[in-house]
């Protein structure tokens, strides 16, 4: 008998029907003598049109009624997938984030877990029921409703699997693994048998969309298994996350390309070049809670810099609202941001004992007549910002040279 938590997102639950087949899937494992902790996203498109609603009548919501309000699409779920638990002839309970006791911190829309209790959960499961928990969502010290952030599903079904000492956590999404890049833009993409915390985390942080970064974090942390698996596929084995094994750790080189096109660019020119010309455009930026990326600094002739930072679009126009205020005192010549660049990241526990995959991923963009805007580097990540209208043909082509269509 195994304890698994299974975490479905709004997708594999976006109709009455789906659902109803998430039921069955589930009444399957309970019948196989497992017991199972569900927890499900909002159906597709609630929270948009929740945060959508608030917006009609406040053009900024106060946070802590924001999160009131989108916490409300998970707990519909729980409450549809236990009574089609119940229409089965299954044992199920739906528990808020508020009823389990996922602690969190008091930052509303972004709050992060602190504690979970799972005594109540432990023994719904050792008297038999299913237990059916809301996702994205926990409850500060003082009983105020929190959420936490896009993407918080997986977050709590990691923490939970992690509370619980779970024997896997499996991830259903609407797809049937991790693939070498995203199938859509090339078809020849192969889906990874299993692939490290590690790599998993860099290219979650460069654009793969398939599993939340911090749940990606959490199961590093806590050395919890995880399984991703397609809500609309049986039988198929999907792709484990675990931890590197020193055996494998030469084969691949590369285990997958990431992209994102939600990238800016901006350029501070003529600062000038003294100790903390940086911190003075950078600390402003952080100040507004904005996430910079790629960082260049280039120096003049003339005793003056360059500054250029990547960081996401949408966070752009803020940031040079920023710069704008603090620019005369830097002392900047100009400012000028850029919306048409990408970027895409080539990711391998095999680069630390293989040396030339910069050299190979320059090259081939090189040859494709790419050309590199700005370069960033990890232990196992090189990342390059190029122009988005190569984007397409910069992942195909480097997806090509790094052989990733073959199996290794």
């Not at 939970?160 to 991830?171: H, T």
């Not at 048409?340 to 680069?351: E, F, L, P, Q, T």
Request: proline share 3%; with cysteine; charged share 25%.
């Amino acid at each position: 008998m195994a304890l698994i938590v299974q975490k479905y997102g709004g997708t594999s639950v976006g109709s009455p029907e789906r659902i109803r087949n998430v039921a069955r899937r589930v009444a399957r494992f309970h019948a196989n003598g497992d017991q199972v902790v569900v927890v499900v996203s909002a159906m597709s498109g609630e929270t948009n049109r929740l945060i959508a609603l608030a917006r009609e009548v406040a053009a900024v919501p106060s946070p802590r009624e924001l999160d009131t309000i989108v916490s409300t699409g998970e707990q519909v779920t729980i409450g549809l997938l236990c009574m089609a638990l119940h229409d089965l002839g299954l044992e199920a309970k739906s528990y808020t984030g508020a009823q389990v006791r996922i602690l969190t911190d008091s930052a509303f829309t972004k709050a992060r877990i602190l504690h979970i209790d799972d005594a109540p959960i432990r023994e719904d499961l050792n008297v038999g029921r299913i237990v059916v928990v809301a996702g994205f969502q926990g409850v500060d010290r003082f009983g105020n409703i929190t959420t936490l952030g896009r993407g918080g599903s997986d977050t709590t079904g990691v923490a939970l699997a992690a509370a619980l000492k779970a024997d896997e956590c499996q991830i259903y999404t609407d797809v049937d693994g991790v693939y070498t890049t995203d199938p859509r833009i090339v078809p020849e993409a192969r889906k990874l048998d299993r692939i490290t915390f590690e790599e998993m985390l860099e290219l979650a942080s460069q654009g793969s969309k398939v599993l939340q970064i911090r749940s990606v974090e959490f199961a590093g942390k806590y050395k919890v298994k995880l399984r991703v698996l397609s809500s609309f596929e049986e039988g198929g084995e999907g792709t484990l996350v675990t931890v590197e094994e020193t055996n494998k750790m030469e084969q691949p080189v590369i285990s997958g390309i990431a992209f994102n096109r939600d990238e800016a660019k901006i350029t501070v020119r003529g600062v000038p070049d003294r100790p903390g010309t940086a911190y003075q455009i950078l600390g402003p930026i952080a100040e507004a809670n904005i996430d910079v990326d790629m960082i260049i600094q280039n120096l003049g002739h003339d005793g003056q810099a360059n500054v250029s930072f990547t960081l996401p679009r949408n966070d752009c126009d803020r940031a040079m609202e920023v710069l704008e205020g603090v620019r005369e005192h830097i002392g900047a010549q100009s400012l000028h941001s850029d919306k048409n660049i990408a970027k895409v990241s080539v990711v391998g526990v095999g680069m630390r004992s293989h040396p030339g995959v910069a050299a190979m991923m320059f090259r081939t963009l090189s040859e494709e007549g790419i050309n590199i805007l700005m370069i960033s580097t990890s232990e196992i990540k090189i990342s390059v910002a190029i122009e988005e209208r190569h984007l397409e043909q910069a992942v195909k082509r480097l997806h090509h040279a790094f052989e990733l269509e073959r199996a290794k």
